[in-house]
């Protein structure tokens, strides 16, 4: 089977999750070729029209596999070779862009949602199905607390909390944590920006606790690698965050307030153990390589 997945590309590179998640898919006898998508808007899009249907004439994949609504549309531009579109939240969420997505899934053979919330927005008419993201739990090997803080720079007897991202991307709404964050002089908050995948997994495995305060989400792969990390988490309830952590002691969910989410930082302050997200992770089929067999599993029923 060869399967052409088309996908934003930016500055050359492709998003972590969708390589990790090809990766997965070649590990299990699929062949799969990118094709990046360097446009801007929808007419940016288009104009890669030509290079796609090249790209289709020499590479003849079976199964065009396209990640976010726009990539679909573009994809759906060319009948001749069944598409398959995976939406991660933006594209779903931001309402300019949904129109557009909507394009796609009406086009699309076959949608994947990364969240139930999502499914819940879009409201698909036909074929689909809830797939999250996976993650691949080598990337997150396990290290000693007092070791990830020696390694990161960090005081040994410090409390931290990592905010999940950068303070100034505003879909992530950093005012909500550091107006929380007051109410909790004892911890620093510490930006999620500027690392790499290792010093991420080390950073998760320093700090105290994860917080999320986004206005919107997908199925955010930050969330999974917490809990690879056993790291507590602190979370508004946005996109699948909810069912992500549900049971997992240590790990919080919090009202969009101030004195609320302060009150549930302390909380998870207080825990002072890893969580058992990496055994949850297992637990419901979240590592790469069964996402990637639910995902074959979608080609071949469009193949037969």
Same mark, same amino acid.
């Given at each position: 089977m060869r399967v052409l997945i088309v996908a934003r590309c930016k500055h050359g590179r492709y &998003?972590? *999750?969708?390589?990790e998640q090809v990766e997965a898919i070649e590990k299990q006898g699929v062949e799969c070729q990118f094709f990046g998508v360097d446009g801007k808007g929808i007419a940016g899009y288009l104009r890669q029209l030509p290079r796609l249907r090249k790209a289709i004439r020499e590479f003849r994949p079976d199964i065009i596999h396209a990640h976010y609504g726009l990539c679909g549309l573009l994809a759906n531009y060319q009948r001749r070779i069944p598409v398959v579109t995976t939406y991660h939240g933006s594209d779903i969420n &931001?309402?300019?862009v949904l129109r557009l997505s909507k394009r796609s899934i009406r086009r699309s053979r076959f949608n994947i949602f990364?969240?139930?919330k999502n499914?819940?927005? &879009?409201?698909p008419r036909k074929d689909y199905a809830l797939i999250p993201c996976g993650i691949s739990l080598e990337d997150y090997p396990v290290i000693d607390k007092a070791e990830a803080r020696r390694l990161m720079g960090?005081?040994?007897s410090g409390k931290y909390?990592? *905010?999940a991202g950068a303070f100034d991307n505003p879909v992530k709404n950093a005012s909500l944590a550091k107006a929380a964050m007051e109410c909790v002089p004892e911890a620093e908050l510490l930006e999620l920006k500027g690392y790499t995948r290792t010093q991420v997994a080390t950073l998760m495995q320093a700090v105290d606790a994860f917080l999320m305060t986004s206005f919107t989400e997908g199925s955010?792969?930050?969330i999974k690698e917490a809990m690879a990390c056993g790291c507590p988490i602190v979370s508004v309830d946005v996109g699948d965050v909810r069912e992500r952590i549900e049971g997992i002691d240590g790990c919080f969910l919090s009202e969009r307030?101030?004195?609320a989410l302060a009150r549930t930082i302390k909380n998870s302050l207080a825990h002072g153990d890893r969580t058992q997200g990496r055994a949850t992770i297992e637990k419901n089929g979240l590592s790469n390589d069964i996402i990637a067999a639910r995902i074959i599993s979608v080609y071949e029923r469009l193949l037969s």
């Amino acid at each position: 089977m060869r399967v052409l997945i088309v996908a934003r590309c930016k500055h050359g590179r492709y &998003a972590p *999750f969708i390589t990790e998640q090809v990766e997965a898919i070649e590990k299990q006898g699929v062949e799969c070729q990118f094709f990046g998508v360097d446009g801007k808007g929808i007419a940016g899009y288009l104009r890669q029209l030509p290079r796609l249907r090249k790209a289709i004439r020499e590479f003849r994949p079976d199964i065009i596999h396209a990640h976010y609504g726009l990539c679909g549309l573009l994809a759906n531009y060319q009948r001749r070779i069944p598409v398959v579109t995976t939406y991660h939240g933006s594209d779903i969420n &931001a309402p300019r862009v949904l129109r557009l997505s909507k394009r796609s899934i009406r086009r699309s053979r076959f949608n994947i949602f990364v969240s139930q919330k999502n499914v819940d927005i &879009a409201r698909p008419r036909k074929d689909y199905a809830l797939i999250p993201c996976g993650i691949s739990l080598e990337d997150y090997p396990v290290i000693d607390k007092a070791e990830a803080r020696r390694l990161m720079g960090l005081d040994p007897s410090g409390k931290y909390v990592l *905010f999940a991202g950068a303070f100034d991307n505003p879909v992530k709404n950093a005012s909500l944590a550091k107006a929380a964050m007051e109410c909790v002089p004892e911890a620093e908050l510490l930006e999620l920006k500027g690392y790499t995948r290792t010093q991420v997994a080390t950073l998760m495995q320093a700090v105290d606790a994860f917080l999320m305060t986004s206005f919107t989400e997908g199925s955010p792969q930050v969330i999974k690698e917490a809990m690879a990390c056993g790291c507590p988490i602190v979370s508004v309830d946005v996109g699948d965050v909810r069912e992500r952590i549900e049971g997992i002691d240590g790990c919080f969910l919090s009202e969009r307030e101030p004195d609320a989410l302060a009150r549930t930082i302390k909380n998870s302050l207080a825990h002072g153990d890893r969580t058992q997200g990496r055994a949850t992770i297992e637990k419901n089929g979240l590592s790469n390589d069964i996402i990637a067999a639910r995902i074959i599993s979608v080609y071949e029923r469009l193949l037969s």
